[in-house]
């Protein structure tokens, strides 16, 4: 079992970044595929970015590209979300995901993702 738990969520001004870390506990994070994925108000949860298990590719949503970066840390077991040039659009509760299956790799589908955090809210104020 993974554990899986979002922090640095906050309200922001249009233009500014935020760092989002997902903190992973259970086993080692180093060879799950993994992802964000977000959640606006009245909205589908949608696919952000994903890392591959190896950590070699990464893969984002055309509305992030350029402007968000997926990382991972293998010695701290976390994964992170680099947000910069944030837009009101953005707004939305971000969830970190993961998955042992390593042909999940990239994948944009949430069911591809056995386990899943707890959600971090991000404001951007306009």
Excluded: M
Excluded at 35 to 58: C, D, H, I, M, N
Excluded at 71 to 96: F, G, H, M
């Amino acid at each position: 079992q993974v554990q899986l738990v979002e922090s640095g969520g906050g309200l922001v001004q249009a233009g500014g970044s935020l760092r989002l870390s997902c903190a992973a506990s259970g086993r080692t994070f180093s060879n799950y595929a993994s992802a964000w994925f977000r959640r606006a108000p009245g909205k589908e949860r949608e696919f952000v970015a994903a890392l591959s298990w190896s950590g070699g590719s990464t893969f984002y949503a055309d509305s992030v590209k350029g402007r968000f970066a997926i990382s991972r840390d293998n010695a701290k077991n976390t994964i992170y979300l680099q947000l910069n040039s944030l837009k009101p659009e953005d707004t939305a509760v971000y969830y970190c995901a993961a998955s042992a299956l390593t042909f999940n790799s990239g994948s944009r589908s949430p069911r591809a993702y056995e386990y899943w955090g707890q959600g971090t809210q991000v404001t951007v104020s306009s």
